[in-house]
C-alpha cells in the first residue's frame, strides 16, 4: 500500500541544535516533495519544495534533501530557536503531472530554550 | 497582500443537521482546495478546483459532502447531514496554478458534531 511516514512522536531539541525531521514514503514515485510548518490552530504554511532531480535545496536555517533511492526526505532546521517549536508536515505529489498532495501525518517539533 | 480567508472559524452542531463552510481565496488564485484534518494527521484533499471546474473530487463523500465555486473565486463546502465522524478541521487553500510550488492555506474551520 501507498504510505507516507513521519515521526509520530515529538522531537525534543535544545536550543541552538540542529533538528532533523525525517518523511519516508513507500509505493511512490513523487515528482516534488513539500514542507510545510504547522501551528495549533493554524492553517499550514509552505517552507520549502524539492523536486525528484534535486539532491538538496536550502532557504535560509532551513534545508531538506531528497533520496528517490532511500525513499525519504530529510528536513533539517540549524541553529534552532524556541519559535521553531511547530508541527512539520511533508507532503507528495505521487507522480509528474499530478497536483494530488498526499500530507504525512507530521511531526512535533519543540525546540527547549 | 490578504490571505485566504475562511469562515466560521468555528462551528458546534448536531449531528444530522447541515453546515456549510466558505472561503475566498487569494486575488488571482485559479487554483482552490478543500482539505480535511483530523485531529494528529495531515490534510486530505476533498475537492480541487480550476477556476469553476472541480477537476478532482474522487475524495469527496458525495452522498452528503457538495461543493461550489460558482464564479471562479470564492467558494462553499456544504455538508448534508452532519455526521459525528464528520468533526475535523476543514482547511481550504489556493494558488495561483496548479503547478505552482507552494499552496496558501487559510486558518480552517473546525467543526463540532455533537
Known amino acids: 500500500s501507498q504510505k507516507i511516514e513521519q515521526n509520530s512522536e515529538a522531537l525534543n531539541i535544545q536550543e541552538g541544535k540542529t533538528a532533523t525531521l525525517t518523511c519516508n514514503y513507500t509505493?511512490?514515485?513523487?515528482?516534488?516533495l513539500q514542507w510545510y510548518r504547522q501551528d495549533p490552530g493554524r492553517g499550514p504554511v509552505f517552507l520549502l519544495l524539492i523536486r525528484e532531480n534535486e539532491k538538496e535545496k536550502r532557504k535560509e536555517r532551513l534545508k531538506v534533501t531528497f533520496d528517490t533511492t532511500l525513499k525519504q526526505s530529510l528536513f533539517h532546521i540549524t541553529a534552532s530557536q524556541p519559535a521553531d517549536s511547530a508541527t512539520y508536515l511533508c507532503?507528495?505529489?505521487?507522480?509528474?503531472?499530478?497536483?494530488?498532495?498526499?500530507f504525512g501525518t507530521g511531526t512535533r517539533l519543540k525546540v527547549l530554550a | 497582500e490578504a490571505g485566504v480567508v475562511q469562515s466560521p472559524r468555528y462551528k458546534i452542531i448536531e449531528k444530522k443537521q447541515p453546515v456549510a463552510f466558505w472561503c475566498n481565496p487569494i486575488s488571482g488564485h485559479n487554483t482552490l482546495y478543500w482539505y480535511l484534518q483530523n485531529l494528529g494527521q495531515g490534510p486530505e484533499l476533498l475537492i480541487r478546483y480550476e477556476n469553476e471546474e472541480a477537476v478532482d473530487d474522487s475524495q469527496l463523500p458525495k452522498d452528503r459532502f457538495s461543493a461550489e465555486r460558482l464564479k471562479g473565486v470564492d467558494s462553499t463546502l456544504k455538508i448534508q447531514p452532519a455526521e459525528l465522524g464528520d468533526s475535523a478541521v476543514y482547511l481550504c487553500?489556493?494558488?495561483?496554478?496548479?503547478?505552482?510550488?507552494?499552496?496558501?492555506f487559510g486558518p480552517g474551520t473546525r467543526l463540532t458534531v455533537l
Open positions: 507532503a507528495l505529489a505521487p507522480t509528474s503531472g499530478t497536483y494530488k498532495y498526499i
Open positions: 487553500a489556493s494558488s495561483p496554478s496548479p503547478a505552482f510550488d507552494e499552496q496558501f
Open positions: 509505493n511512490y514515485s513523487p515528482a516534488y
